[in-house]
């Protein structure tokens, strides 16, 4: 990237990043909801276990490429293959992580304008209506108003675009370490706020009772792979962010700090969700609508409701925001090195044209409801073109990615270079690659075709 010169100023910056990069809006109500519908505290030991046997050695396999590469995904890859005598082929795992972030941004830019229209409605208009009806008309109405969504998009993608263009410094960093601080303070607010006006106790059985009955082999694939998505590991995000970072940062330390601070976010948000739903008699598994439907629904019948309506909806904006400025910074370093830009022009085209392919998404649930692209194949029949953009790369280019990155730093790399970058000793150096060689790669190759074969 033409602006090497560009570093986190110190740790926190860094880990706070990081940690915003991997809390997005499936840690605040996928990881509660898929641990309660799939037998609990059973759930979590085998989500502990992916952590550790998968996205813990990946992410230190990402965060090392990075530092030693100090470019964009491709560029850090391609460097570090050079330098180890590997073919500069192994770049296009990197590759296909700009590309994948790319895709993802431009449906999670769609769906990051929705708390956009949320968050402006609780303050303008109140939201406070109790009937079911009108709630999910409201949200109908969203859906249906090509126009509206697409100017919601706009404002996201541009209160994106315009921290990633200030730089990693004044840009990227200093937005974390605003937001990242808002999320943690609104998130345990909310927590106990819905502890104390909704039911705690069937919340705690529906995340932690261990529940074998609702458990299968298909739950302990999902619970594997839900650390692998939700950290983001495999899409080269880490390669990025590491590319940033001081040589007297411990690369270790940040991986740690990511992970437990993701899980435990992840957990807070499932006590400020799931007491309300519960307290009011309401599905925990109905998806995006909980969020945009049932949860504004409770949220009306309880005191202080419209505050916490505006707090929830600020939550989701704010985890949002976090993880969409690592995705754009994904296709902005590429861009940089590639071509020679600097930041403002790689920033104006990478979103520009993101948004624009996001536009296809907010078709999908209007104009373009009924266009299914791969109608003709089974199991794709009623697949708009935004379920087939997550598809495509949540369950085959993650995985790829992934898989690619850990062959490539177990099989390919020097042992010297994983000591050297982590600060480990000879037995953890040999524990890592022995998991990046065997263990990772064949837990994402599994928890990869899950999908396909359950």
């Known amino acids: 990237m033409s602006d090497t010169q560009e570093r986190w100023s110190g740790r926190l910056g860094f880990i706070l990043a990081t940690i915003g990069s991997a809390v997005g809006l499936g840690s605040i109500w996928k990881f509660p909801y898929e641990v309660g519908t799939n037998g609990g505290s059973v ?10 046997l998968i996205v813990f050695p990946l992410l230190l396999a990402e ?34 992580g700009v590309l994948a972030a790319y895709l993802i941004l431009s449906f999670y830019s769609v769906i990051g304008g929705w708390t956009v229209a949320y968050a402006l409605g609780a303050v303008l208009e109140g939201r406070a209506s109790a009937d079911a009806a009108e709630v999910q008309a409201q949200f109908d109405a969203l859906l249906s108003a090509p126009l509206r969504m697409a100017l919601h998009h706009a404002a996201f993608m541009l209160i994106t675009a315009a921290i ?12 974390v370490k605003v937001l990242m601080p808002i999320l943690f303070v609104l998130v345990v607010g909310l927590a106990i706020y819905s502890i104390v006006e909704g039911d705690a106790a069937a919340a705690t059985r529906f ?15 999902e619970a594997v792979g839900l650390g692998f998505f939700s950290i983001g590991v495999g899409l080269g995000l880490m390669i990025v962010y590491a590319a940033y970072a001081g040589s007297e940062i411990s ?32 599905d925990p598994a109905s998806g995006p609508g ?63 044209s993101c948004w624009l392919l996001g536009l296809a998404s907010v078709f999908s649930f209007n104009l373009w409801a009924d266009w299914f692209p791969l109608g003709a194949l089974p199991g794709y029949e009623g697949a708009t073109f935004f379920d087939l953009t997550d598809q495509l790369t949540s369950n085959a280019m993650l995985p790829i990615g992934g898989f690619v990155i850990s062959v490539f730093v ?44 359950f």
Do not use: C
């Open 43 to 52: 759930f979590v030991l085998f989500y502990l276990a992916g952590l550790a």
């Open 251 to 282: 690369l270790r330390e940040v991986a740690l700090v990511t992970i437990v601070s993701d899980t435990a976010i992840s957990f807070l948000a499932g006590f400020a969700i799931f007491p309300i739903v519960f307290a009011n008699g309401l």
């Open 164 to 175: 990633v263009a200030r730089g990693i410094a004044h840009g990227i960093e200093a937005a």
């Open 410 to 453: 177990g099989w390919r790399l020097s042992e010297q270079l994983i000591r050297s970058e982590l600060a480990l000793g000879p037995v953890a150096t040999a524990v890592l690659r022995g998991l990046l060689r065997y263990v990772t790669p064949l837990g994402i190759a599994i928890a990869g075709l899950a999908p396909i074969f």
């Open 290 to 352: 909980l969020l945009f439907v049932t949860l504004p629904l409770a949220f009306a019948k309880m005191p202080f409701g419209e505050i916490a309506a505006f707090t929830f909806f600020i939550l989701l904006f704010v985890a949002a925001l976090a993880s969409a400025i690592s995705m754009l910074e994904m296709p902005v370093s590429w861009l940089m090195r590639r071509f020679g830009w600097s930041r403002l022009p790689a920033v104006v085209v990478a979103a520009g």
């Open 63 to 96: 965060f090392s490429l990075g530092r030693r590469g100090r470019a964009d995904a491709a560029g850090s890859i391609a460097a570090v293959a050079h330098a180890h005598g590997a073919s500069r082929h192994w770049a296009l795992a990197g590759s296909l």
């Open 207 to 221: 995340m932690f009772s261990l529940d074998f009955e609702h458990f299968s082999g298909r739950a302990a694939l």
